[in-house]
């Protein structure tokens, strides 16, 4: 028993000297601790099962699957081994029971791959001059043919489950919208990710899911929640806008040149040559979004691109809302233009923009007059870089981070 008991310490001073330093360290405290602590698998456990289309879906069913899923992209699969997926990765789905690979995910289409398609130069005049089948024509090619009209689209990222929290968030605070998450990976140990990953299932994180989750857990975040998004430097200033006179498809092909998701819409102002300006200053009155196209049934587009945008969100406003409530008889109100003002805690814009399902919330005066937006990309950032400055750590100035795979 004595000698049994002997290798035992043996074997755990073994074991101790071989662990990184990073694991010697003391356990730390608060945000920092707690946010390393909490895995992306924590994220996705009750997600839904993926939104998808296969290769051959044409765009106009592809449309139809982002509305009625009420999502902003999905992943497009293909039979295996007949593609090179975006950047030669090879993300695979394989059947649970058998082991063999049933699909490749080869790229991203998202909402603003289908506006940048439908806004090119050389068709978006006819569009507005007259009615015709040129958009039938252009809305039944397969979605295959499109992967690539914007640089997300053209991306895409996986992240291991056993990644924590704010690693994951170093790289949703760069930009990363969205990753597909392994809900049974092989490397199951690390945290990088493989540049060869199958699963037998995946789940979608969105950066709104990172978001929710703050939300739900902001008693342990409140010292860095209650900061200002003023004070904490989560305000972007350069906010470009469009008159709400601009039609639907100028706006589209402004947000296709810009890679825009969604732009404010001001009021009439003297001067305004350029369909894409400076919307500092100006009087918000909307949003327009890659969104705002699923409120327009395909057969309607066309017709309705040569709208002023604020006549089309109204149409839209009116088809979804024509229904009244089966219990209350009434309409629905049109969504609220949700904003804040530059001493708005974080907190209250992160409740805001969950409640409310928005990606960005404008920054207004006591005027209603613009001053910037914060993004989610805005709000990640900030809120990464106070845990870190809060625990002493230094913040690093890198492109992505090692815990996720990126693909062109």
């Known amino acids: 028993m004595e000698k049994a008991a002997l290798e035992e310490q043996q074997r755990k001073e ?3 000297e071989e662990l990184p330093e990073e694991r010697k360290k003391k356990p730390r405290k608060g945000a920092y601790g707690w946010l390393r602590e909490r895995k992306v698998r924590e994220l996705v456990q009750g997600k839904r099962r993926l939104v998808e ?52 995910y080869i790229g991203m289409v998202t909402m603003l791959d289908i506006l940048a398609h439908i806004a090119e130069e050389d068709h978006a005049a006819d569009f507005a001059a007259a009615p015709g089948p040129d958009l039938d024509v252009r809305m039944a090619v397969p979605v295959s043919s499109i992967i690539g009209h ?69 008693q342990e975040l409140k010292d860095v929640l209650s900061c200002s998004v003023q004070g904490l430097g989560a305000i972007n200033e350069n906010v470009f806008a ?26 009439e102002s003297p001067g305004g040559g350029q369909l894409l300006q400076d919307g500092r200053g100006k009087r918000l009155v909307a949003t327009f979004s890659a969104a705002d196209l699923g409120g327009c049934p395909i057969g309607l587009l066309q017709s309705w ?25 009434t309409k629905p109100a049109p969504r609220t233009l949700i904003t804040c003002d530059p001493g708005t805690s974080l907190a209250e814009v992160v409740e805001e923009m969950v409640e409310g399902d928005v990606h960005r919330v404008w920054v207004v005066d006591r005027d209603g007059l613009l001053v910037g937006l914060v993004s989610l990309t805005d709000m990640l950032r900030v ?11 230094a913040v690093p100035d890198v492109p992505t981070s090692s815990s996720l795979q990126i693909n062109f």
């Open 14 to 16: 073994v074991v101790e």
């Open 53 to 104: 289309v296969p290769y051959t879906a044409t765009l106009a069913h592809t449309l139809n699957a982002l509305v009625a899923n009420r999502v902003a992209a999905v992943p497009v699969a293909a039979p295996p081994g007949h593609w090179i997926g975006a950047g030669g990765s090879m993300i695979l789905e394989s059947d649970k029971a058998t082991g063999a690979v049933r699909k490749h």
């Open 150 to 218: 914007s640089l997300e689209g053209f991306s895409l990222w996986t992240l291991n489950p056993n990644t924590s929290v704010l690693d994951c968030m170093e790289s949703f605070c760069k930009g990363v919208h969205r990753a597909l998450v392994p809900l049974e990976s092989r490397a199951d140990h690390v945290v990088a990710v493989e540049l060869v990953e199958a699963s037998p299932g995946y789940r979608m994180l969105t950066q709104m899911d990172l978001l929710a989750f703050l939300k739900e857990n902001s």
């Open 242 to 267: 469009v008159m709400k006179s601009t039609t639907v498809i100028g706006a589209l092909r402004s947000m296709r040149t810009a890679s825009l998701n969604a732009v404010p819409v001001v009021e």
């Open 305 to 329: 691109l040569s709208m002023s945008i604020m006549e089309f969100k109204e149409r839209v406003w009116m088809r979804e809302g024509a229904a009244p409530h089966p219990h209350h008889n």
């Open 383 to 393: 809120f990464r870089e106070s845990v870190l400055l809060a625990d002493g750590e």
